[in-house]
C-alpha cells in the first residue's frame, strides 16, 4: 500500500475530497489537525511501495519450491507456475489479477472517481463507509504501483493457492486486505491505496503454513521460511525509512494473512484411517470450515510417476536410445560435465547411456521427489524408517565427538563415543596383552560371529585392509576369521586349527536372536568350554548387541558387551561396534579410526555438496535412471583390486535388502520395479568368468572401481608395467570396449571369416563408469564404503520406498522355524511327515527324504557335544 498523491492524475479529485474529509474531520479548509497535515503530506508521495513488493515477490518467484512437486498440493505433481496464466490451478489469483487491472481501467476511465470512492480514509471509515476497509487493495496509484503488485501477486498467489485450495486463499486473500487497512487506518492517517497489503498477506500465508507443517515439508519448510525472513529483512533495510510506504498497511497485511492461515489451515496430520491403507495427511486446521480432505502421505512416489519430472525422463528414454555411445564419447564437452571429484575421489560417468540433459532431468526429478528433504530427514532423525518407528542415523557412528545428531530430542553423539571410548580401550588392552585367556596367554585370534549385516561389511572391511601396510602391521601375529553360516562346515572352517586358548569370540547380532548366529554362538561356547572349562566364557566371548538383556542370558557379563541402538540398520552397522570391535581387536582402534573419518568425509560430502556435484546422489539417480527408465534390473560391481574382493557381498545385501521393494513407503503398490541385482567380482577374474555375457549377451551396467597407487606392488625386470599396472590397463580397456563395441565392417576389413563375424561382433553401448581412488587404506575405504551406502539410500528416496526395513526376509525364517518343530518331532518319533503336518506335497517328498537319507542322530541326554572330527582336535 502507498500513501495516496503520487499521481498528478490523482490531484484533482484528491483535491475535491478534501473538504468533506476536513468536515468529517472537524478540522477547517485544507490543513487543520492531524489528518490535514498527513493529506497534505500525500499529496507530495509518490508510489514508492514498488520495491517492497518486487522483494517479496523475487522470494516467491525464486525461493520457494513448487509445493506441488513435494506431492501436497496442486495437480499432476507439477502443480501451477507461476507464469503460467490461466492454469485451472490458479484460478482465484488470475481472477485477482484481472480484477486489479480492470480496476485500475476503472479508475483511469472514471478519471479517478473510483478512487475517491475507494480509497482508504480515516475520516470517512469513522463516518461509516466500511467498504473503505477492502476496497482499497483493488485501486492503484498508477502503472508502475499496479505492475510490481500484479507481479508479487502472480509469484505468491499460486503458492497459497495451491496449498490452501482456491477457496482458502481467497478467504485469505480478503483477510489481508482488511488487516492492511486497518492495521494503516489504526497507524497511519495518510489515505492510502494498493493491493500490497493483501500480497504480504500472502507472504504470511505463506509463512505460517510452512511453519506449522515442518514436520511434514522438513528442511524444505526451512528454505522457504528463511527465504521469507530473508526479504523481509531486506525490504526493511531497504524501504524502512521511506515515508512514502503504508508499513502499517503491509504489516497488518502480512499479520492478516499468517492469523488466517494459523486459523484456516491446512495443518497437515499424519495418520492412519479407518477406511483406507497406508498412511495419510489429514487437515487439522483449528477452524473446519475450509479443511481440505485427506491426502495419502507420499512424498510423491505413485504421483512422481505422473509427474513432469518423470514424464520428461520417459520421453527423454527414447532420445538416448538414438545416440550410441561411441558417438557421445567424442563430445569433450559432454565429457566433462559428465565427471566428478570429491575428496580425492574421481568418478567418471561419461560412459552412462546419458547425456547432460539427462543429468538435468535427474536433477529435476530428485527435486520433485524432494531427495534433498529428505536427505536433511535421514541426517537430523526423523523417523524415517516408518513401519518400525526408527530414525536411521548411521551416519552419528562416525559424527566428530562435539556433532549433535538427535533422536527424540536426544543428543545420541556421547552415547556412540562412549561406546568407541570403551571399545579403544577394551582392544588395546587384548592387543596389549593385558586382557587374556583363562590360561593367562594374551588373546591374538578373534572369531566374530554373525550373520547378513552383522558379517558382510566387516568382512569387507577385513579383506581390504589385510594386505595395506600399516593396517598389515597393525595385524602381525594376529589372526581375524568370520563365522557366518550356520552350515556346520562354516564352524569347522572358521574354528579348524585355532588354539581355544588365544581365541576370543565377538557375537556380533543387532537382535541377538538370529537362529543362525545363536546356534553357532552356542556351538562355539560349546567348543571354548569342552577345552577350557565354563570360566572361559567370561575371558574369551563378548558380544555386540542392542539386545543387552539377552547378552547377559546368554552368559556374556554386560561388562563385556558393546551395545549399539535400534537407529543403526544392520547393513549398515560397519560403523558401528558391530565392524568396530572384531577390526580394532585386529587392526587396532586407530586405523579404524581413520576409516571412521573416512566415512565422516563421505557423510559430510554428501550432506552439503549441490546434488548436481553430489557422488553419492549421482550415483543413485543413476541407478534410477538404469534400472526403471532404461530396465536394466542388474548391475556388477567390478573392483580391479583384490583387496575388494568381498565388496560386492556387502553392496549386494546393502542394496538388495534396502531396496528391494514391492510397496512404496506407505504401502500402497509401486507402479515400478525398484531395487537392483547387485553382483560382482574383482577384475581381472571377472573377465574370465561373466565378462563374456555382459559384452555381448544381457546389458548390465557396470561400476568399475579402480586404485591409482596399489597397496602391494610387484615390478619385474623386463616386464613393460608393472603388475599393478598390469590390472589397471584392463580397468581402462574393459569400459570402452563395453561402450565402443566393435562392429562388422572393421572385423571384415581385419580378414575376419564372413562365418565368424556375427560371433565377434560387439554391439557396444554398454553402460559403465569408473570410480578411481588414489589408494586404498582405511580412510578411502571409508569413503567408498559410505558413497555406496549414500547411494542406495539416494535411489530409495526417489523411488519412494522404505529402504531401512527388511519385512522381507521374515516369511522364510517362520517357515523355517515350523520346518525344525516337525523334523524334530518326525525324528523323535521316527515317523514320516504327511499332508497333516501342513506342508505342500513336494515339501514332505523333500523332507521324508532328506529324514531317511540324513545321517544326524540327537545327542543322547547328558552327552557333550557330538562335534564333527573337523572340530576334535
Ligand atoms: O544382527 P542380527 O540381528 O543377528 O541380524 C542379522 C541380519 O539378519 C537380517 O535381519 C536379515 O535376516 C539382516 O538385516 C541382518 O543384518
Request: hydrophobic residues 40%; glycine residues 12%; charged residues 15%.
Amino acid at each position: 500500500m502507498i500513501p495516496l498523491g503520487g499521481s498528478r492524475a490523482l490531484s484533482r479529485p484528491l483535491a475535491a475530497l478534501r473538504p468533506c474529509l476536513a468536515r468529517l474531520a472537524g478540522g477547517g479548509g485544507s490543513g487543520g489537525g492531524r489528518r490535514g497535515s498527513a493529506f497534505r503530506g500525500f499529496l507530495g508521495a509518490s508510489s514508492g511501495a514498488a520495491a517492497a513488493g518486487l522483494s517479496l515477490a523475487a522470494a516467491g518467484a525464486g525461493g520457494l519450491p513448487s509445493l506441488a512437486a513435494a506431492g501436497y498440493g496442486g495437480s499432476g505433481g507439477g502443480g501451477p507456475q507461476p507464469g503460467q496464466f490461466g492454469h485451472p490451478d490458479r484460478r482465484v489469483t488470475d481472477i485477482l489479477l484481472v480484477a486489479n487491472v480492470l480496476m485500475f481501467g476503472l479508475q483511469s476511465l472514471t478519471n479517478n472517481l473510483v478512487t475517491v470512492w475507494g480509497v482508504k480514509a480515516n475520516a470517512l471509515i469513522h463516518a461509516g463507509q466500511w467498504w473503505r476497509l477492502l476496497t482499497p487493495a483493488f485501486l492503484h496509484g498508477g502503472l508502475s504501483h499496479l505492475l510490481v503488485n500484479m507481479y508479487s501477486l502472480n509469484n505468491l498467489g499460486p503458492v497459497v493457492e495451491s496449498t490452501a485450495g482456491p477457496r482458502r486463499m481467497l478467504v485469505m486473500y480478503l483477510v489481508s486486505a482488511v488487516a492492511g487497512t486497518v492495521a494503516s487506518f489504526y497507524g497511519s492517517p495518510n489515505l492510502s491505496l494498493g493491493a500490497s497489503g493483501a500480497i504480504f498477506g500472502m507472504g504470511g500465508a505463506i509463512a505460517m503454513h510452512f511453519y506449522l507443517n515442518r514436520d511434514i515439508y522438513g528442511s524444505r519448510s526451512d528454505r522457504v521460511l528463511g527465504s521469507l525472513w530473508q526479504t523481509l529483512l531486506l525490504n526493511l533495510v531497504i524501504n524502512g525509512a521511506n515515508p512514502r510506504i503504508d508499513h502499517w498497511g503491509h504489516m497488518g497485511g502480512l499479520a492478516g494473512g499468517a492469523l488466517a492461515a494459523l486459523l484456516l489451515g491446512p495443518r497437515w496430520k499424519q495418520t492412519t484411517l479407518p477406511t483406507a491403507r497406508g498412511r495419510w495427511l489429514v487437515d487439522a486446521a483449528p477452524v473446519p470450515w475450509l479443511r481440505s480432505s485427506p491426502k495419502p502421505l507420499d512424498g510423491g512416489r505413485g504421483r512422481l510417476r505422473d509427474s513432469p519430472q518423470w514424464r520428461a525422463l520417459q520421453e527423454h528414454v527414447q532420445a538416448i536410445k538414438q545416440t550410441q555411445l561411441k558417438d557421445l564419447l567424442q563430445e569433450e564437452a559432454r565429457t566433462d560435465g559428465l565427471i566428478r571429484e570429491a575428496g580425492g575421489l574421481y568418478m567418471d560417468f561419461s560412459r552412462q547411456n546419458a547425456t547432460p540433459d539427462t543429468l538435468k532431468l535427474l536433477l529435476e526429478l530428485a527435486e520433485a521427489a524432494d531427495l534433498r528433504g529428505k536427505v536433511d530427514a535421514l541426517f537430523s532423525g526423523k523417523h524415517i524408517n516408518s513401519t518400525e518407528d526408527r530414525a536411521v542415523l548411521h551416519p552419528a557412528l562416525r559424527a566428530p565427538r562435539d556433532a549433535v545428531i538427535e533422536d527424540a530430542g536426544k543428543n545420541v553423539v556421547p552415547e556412540v563415543w562412549a561406546v568407541l571410548d570403551k571399545i579403544k580401550a577394551f582392544t588395546e588392552r587384548v592387543r596389549g596383552g593385558e586382557w587374556k585367556g583363562v590360561t593367562g596367554k594374551p588373546l591374538t585370534n578373534v572369531v566374530s560371529i554373525g550373520i547378513g549385516g552383522s558379517a558382510l561389511g566387516p568382512l569387507f572391511v577385513h579383506t581390504a585392509l589385510s594386505t595395506e601396510p600399516e593396517a598389515m602391521s597393525q595385524a602381525a601375529g594376529r589372526s581375524l576369521v568370520f563365522l557366518a553360516n550356520v552350515d556346520p562346515v562354516d564352524a569347522v572352517r572358521a574354528l579348524h586349527g585355532l588354539d581355544a586358548e588365544r581365541t576370543l569370540v565377538v557375537i556380533v547380532s543387532k537382535t541377538f536372536t538370529t537362529a543362525e548366529t545363536m546356534l553357532n554362538a552356542r556351538t562355539v561356547r560349546a567348543w571354548l568350554t569342552e577345552r577350557l572349562g565354563p570360566e572361559a566364557v567370561a575371558k574369551h566371548m563378548v558380544a555386540v548387541s542392542t539386545n543387552l538383556k539377552a547378552v547377559a542370558e546368554f552368559g556374556i557379563d554386560p561388562e563385556n558387551a558393546f551395545g549399539f541402538w535400534d537407529w543403526v540398520g544392520g547393513r549398515f552397522s560397519v560403523s558401528s561396534a558391530v565392524g568396530m570391535v572384531p577390526l580394532s581387536l585386529h587392526y587396532s582402534f586407530p586405523v579404524m579410526e581413520r576409516f571412521l573419518q573416512g566415512m565422516r568425509a563421505m557423510d559430510d560430502h554428501f550432506r552439503s555438496a549441490p546434488l548436481h556435484d553430489n557422488l553419492p546422489a549421482l550415483l543413485g539417480l543413476l541407478n534410477v535412471w538404469n534400472s526403471t527408465f532404461l530396465g536394466h534390473s542388474t548391475t556388477a560391481i567390478l573392483p580391479y583390486q583384490q583387496a575388494l574382493q568381498h565388496f560386492a557381498p556387502h553392496i549386494q545385501q546393502l542394496s538388495m535388502e534396502s531396496n528391494g521393494k514391492g510397496v512404496a513407503i506407505d504401502g500402497t503398490r509401486l507402479p515400478y520395479e525398484t531395487g537392483e541385482i547387485d553382483f560382482g567380482e574383482p577384475g581381472t577374474n571377472g573377465q574370465h568368468s561373466f565378462y563374456q555375457l555382459i559384452h555381448q549377451g544381457r546389458v548390465i551396467p557396470a561400476e568399475f572401481i579402480g586404485v591409482a597407487r596399489s597397496q602391494q606392488d610387484v615390478y619385474l625386470q623386463g616386464e613393460k608395467v608393472s603388475s599393478h599396472e598390469e590390472l589397471m590397463c584392463n580397468f581402462f580397456a574393459q569400459p570402452d570396449a563395453l561402450a565402443m563395441g566393435k562392429d562388422a565392417a572393421t572385423l571384415r576389413a581385419e580378414g575376419v571369416p564372413e562365418h565368424l563375424v556375427p560371433h565377434k561382433t560387439f554391439t557396444g553401448n554398454r553402460p559403465s563408469l569408473s570410480i578411481l581412488l588414489p589408494e586404498l587404506n582405511a580412510f578411502t575405504l571409508g569413503q567408498l564404503l559410505s558413497l555406496y551406502e549414500h547411494r542406495i539410500a539416494t535411489s530409495g528416496f526417489v523411488w519412494g520406498i522404505n529402504s531401512f526395513d527388511q519385512w522381507g526376509v521374515e516369511l522364510g525364517k517362520v517357515l523355517a522355524n515350523k520346518v525344525r518343530a516337525k523334523v524334530q518331532e518326525a525324528r523323535s518319533a521316527n515317523c514320516p511327515l504327511s499332508a497333516a503336518d501342513g506342508f505342500c506335497p513336494s515339501t514332505v517328498r523333500l523332507l521324508n527324504r532328506f529324514l531317511q537319507q540324513g545321517q544326524t542322530q540327537a545327542p543322547a541326554p547328558g552327552a557333550g557335544p557330538s562335534f564333527p572330527p573337523g572340530l576334535k582336535q
